[in-house]
């Protein structure tokens, strides 16, 4: 006879997410997985004397969130270890923060954060501005990151440090310089903060022991939202390391996919391409899996470092047919990409404006054709030809989207000012549905303030910002409804990881995961979801957060 369950749960309403079986009234769980779903004298029948039972009322039970996009550690890290900015913050704000955070450092002592807002930057380039940071961080280096996390404003011994000078200028990205005075102004666009980054990581780098401890943090914040698996966007060794660390002491509580760097435009990482890749396989655990790689194939739009389709509109620095540039040619694409199905690993592309995107299905349709069959996802996802969408489904190419940071915010606002009407036009989510792509749910944290799925949901279908900060919508007309939106952050966004077989619906045999809601978010109000809280979130059959 076989063993009886060790856990029952029951709940007036659990969603699966498995479109064979989508609300039941309760699972068993053995040995950490699924065993068996349906409705509550079904399920019973499964238990044994020592079985345990968790009834939840009128609270729901929804698989566990899954987030296809995220960095992981960097948030981590940014609450343990650095100067932590909201992007609303003005100039002088920032400045009374750094002074703050100063206090009582040595004099040598970097001091590290973010972000700064993005429509912040063209205020911050100029001379006069780094020099009152010089004097608001006491002569310490400091280094803080824009929203994007694509861009940096360093201060005057950051850039010695680095070995910015007027006659020294990074070979890669932008650096900004005074129109007066001509010399660097410490604002570094993409690859032109990396050195600075290095510099950093050569005199005041986390240790090992900080690397796991960003790690875990940054998990323990994931799973209170009720995310149990996730995919991280761009890894170094120390994040893998740390991933591994964890795992093998049966301390890392999700499901947890790598991406590979490639090439590296923001985050100063060593070693990325070959050599990381090469060295990927030395951290596989039993819930970590460097299956992924990432590419930069662009950068973002309101440094106008994004590739489009159309120009930006006109400015003085690039006039009235510009329409940015990827990093990569089609055949050096395609070399990566071929390289990457030959090892067996999928590839997350960064691609943020429509150019970028078309490149990355051209070159799909290559591999395809070659009889590759390697997952490949489009991460943001967020500007898309109209002729290009479904070509998703018909290469089998995923949408990695992340509904966190449309709107409203300062992210929108500068889409606008070098997009115009275009920047409406963003996330076409219902019409890659309707065309049948496997649209996948992200929340790009730290770029987004915060993980939480709630919002995600929220957003999807309502096209406005669930916090209720600002009015408007976002081209309403692509909203999916809530059901689809679950799918979305659950199984969707597993299958497109690679997870779909482990996690992602309550499904016999899959790990147990699955958070407890207050409510049954979805089917109420849509511009309620947000306000439902967490109770629990349990992972492989045990409890990892509890409200």
């Known amino acids: ?100 955070k100063a206090e009582g450092l040595p004099e040598d002592a970097w001091i590290i954060g973010g972000v700064v807002a993005t429509t912040l930057l063209p205020s911050l380039a100029n001379t006069a501005a780094r020099l009152r940071l010089d004097d608001a961080a006491g002569g310490r280096p400091v280094v803080i990151v824009e929203d994007s996390r694509h861009n940096r404003w360093a201060n005057t011994r950051a850039l010695e440090l680095a070995g910015i000078t007027v006659d020294s200028i990074p070979s890669s990205g932008v650096t900004i310089l005074d129109p007066d005075d001509g010399t660097p102004t410490g604002v570094l666009l993409e690859a032109a903060g990396i050195p600075v980054q290095e510099a950093y990581d050569r ?94 194939l662009d950068g973002v739009p309101p440094s106008r470092t994004a590739s489009f389709l159309e120009p930006y509109l006109a400015d003085a620095a690039h006039g009235a047919h510009f329409h940015g540039e990827t990093t990569m040619t089609f055949d050096e694409l395609h070399g990566w990409l071929r390289t990457v199905a030959e090892r067996g690993l999928g590839a997350k592309v960064h691609c943020t404006g429509d150019g970028s995107a078309r490149l990355v299905l051209d070159v799909a349709e290559k591999l395809r054709a070659e009889g590759f069959s390697t997952p490949i996802q489009i991460a943001h996802g967020q500007f898309l030809a109209e002729s290009d969408i479904p070509r998703l489904q018909a290469l089998d190419v995923s949408a990695d989207i992340s509904p966190f940071i449309w709107f409203p915010g300062v992210i929108p606002q500068a889409l606008a000012e070098v997009l115009g009407e275009r920047a409406e036009h963003s996330q076409p989510n219902r019409a890659l549905l309707d065309a049948g792509a496997l649209v996948a749910g992200g929340s790009d944290w730290p770029v987004s303030e915060s993980p939480n799925t709630l919002e995600g949901l929220q957003g999807l279908v309502t096209r406005a910002d669930p916090l209720g900060r600002a009015p408007g919508v976002l081209w309403p007309e692509q909203a999916i409804t809530a059901e689809e939106a679950l799918e979305v952050f659950t199984i969707n966004a597993a299958t497109a990881m690679g997870l779909g077989a482990e996690t992602g619906s309550l499904t016999p045999g899959k790990s147990a995961d699955f958070v407890v809601l207050a409510r049954d978010a979805i089917a109420g109000p849509a511009e309620e979801i947000v306000h439902t809280e967490v109770v629990a979130t349990w992972f492989a059959g045990r409890p990892v957060y509890t409200r």
């Open 1 to 100: 006879m076989a063993a009886p369950a060790d856990l029952i749960v029951t709940a007036s309403v659990i969603r699966t997410a498995d479109r064979t079986n989508p609300v039941v009234e309760a699972f068993a769980v053995r040995d950490g997985r699924v065993l068996a779903v349906g409705s509550r004298a079904e399920v019973a029948a499964l238990g044994g004397p020592d079985t345990r039972t968790l009834e939840v009322g009128d609270a729901a039970v929804y698989p566990g969130f899954v987030d296809v996009h995220n960095h992981h550690a960097l948030a981590g890290r940014t609450e343990l270890f650095e100067l932590s900015l909201p992007p609303s913050l003005s100039l002088d704000e920032i400045l009374d923060r750094v002074r703050e």
């Open 203 to 296: 005199t005041g780098g986390l240790t090992s022991a900080q690397h796991v401890a960003a790690s875990r943090r940054g998990v323990e914040l994931l799973n209170s939202f009720g995310i149990t698996a996730f995919q991280d966007a761009g890894v170094s060794v120390e994040i893998l390391d740390a991933l591994a660390t964890l795992d093998r002491a049966d301390e890392l509580q999700a499901w947890v996919v790598s991406s590979l760097l490639i090439n590296d435009e923001i985050f100063g990482f060593d070693p990325i391409g070959e050599p990381l890749i090469a060295r990927g396989e030395e951290f596989r655990t039993a819930h970590h899996r460097p299956d992924f790689v990432k590419i930069f």
